[in-house]
């Protein structure tokens, strides 16, 4: 059962779109909800990441708006760029035990 | 400065034969984690270790030990390879304190077993 879940599977974008990702948990005891961005063959690698107290986060193109009644939390991509194609996790941790949604495989037209 | 180095990068078994797949940071963090990628299924936790000498399961750790070398290295034992058990291998690290969710991967091991 997976304790995270994230949605669409896959996506495509015009460039100069905006993406955005899905993900709904189920564990409240979750304290720490990061973003991995995964290029084919390579290791994942943390974009961006938010604390529950914390509504939204931004980091340049790369927004978390975060829901804590309703327990789910998104990634906004802005101005979506041929380069950002890539698979994309969400997941949410507690101590040192994260779950990872199941990916979302980005692709941005140029 | 490597990060998290894995080795090897590919791997072909025959099922019921053991290896071992070594990880090690430079980075000096305190913890270190081993996870397996499957198409549809995201990364799944095998096993951690929060700080040298301790170990703990993750979400899927039957067929798999573990052991935590030293502070540098972490490693994933397959005693008797099974088919279920092709996939691809991470190894991360990652600070205890502070931001816990920044983990650091490495590059993979792409496991097959026949």
């Known amino acids: 059962q997976q304790q995270v879940k994230q949605s669409p599977q896959s996506l495509i974008v015009q460039k100069g779109g905006i993406s955005i990702i899905n993900c709904a948990y189920e564990?409240?005891?979750?304290?720490?909800f990061p973003w991995y961005q995964q290029f084919p063959g390579k290791g994942p690698a943390l974009l961006i990441a938010?604390?529950?107290?914390?509504s939204e986060k931004k980091e340049g193109r790369f927004t978390i708006s975060f829901n804590k009644s309703a327990k789910q939390f998104s990634l906004h991509i802005m101005d979506s760029q041929p380069g950002d194609s890539a698979t994309y996790f969400c997941a949410a941790i507690r101590n040192n035990d994260m779950r990872f949604g199941a990916g979302t495989r980005l692709t941005v037209k140029p | 400065n490597a990060g998290v180095t894995q080795t090897p990068k590919f791997q072909v078994l025959k099922t019921g034969q053991s290896m071992t797949l070594q990880c090690a940071q430079d980075m000096n963090h305190n913890s270190m984690y081993w996870y397996r990628q499957d198409p549809g299924m995201g990364l799944r936790l095998i096993y951690y270790?929060?700080?040298?000498?301790?170990?703990d399961k993750g979400e899927v750790p039957n067929g798999y030990n573990v052991s935590r070398l030293n502070k540098r290295e972490f490693s994933l034992r397959l005693e008797s390879a099974a088919p279920s058990q092709t996939s691809v291998y991470f190894c991360?690290?990652?600070?205890?304190?502070?931001?816990?969710?920044?983990?650091?991967f490495g590059p993979g091991t792409r496991l097959t077993v026949l």
């Open positions: 564990n409240t005891a979750f304290d720490y």
């Open positions: 938010i604390r529950p107290d914390v």
């Open positions: 991360a690290s990652g600070k205890l304190a502070g931001e816990a969710g920044e983990q650091f």
């Open positions: 270790s929060a700080s040298e000498g301790t170990t």
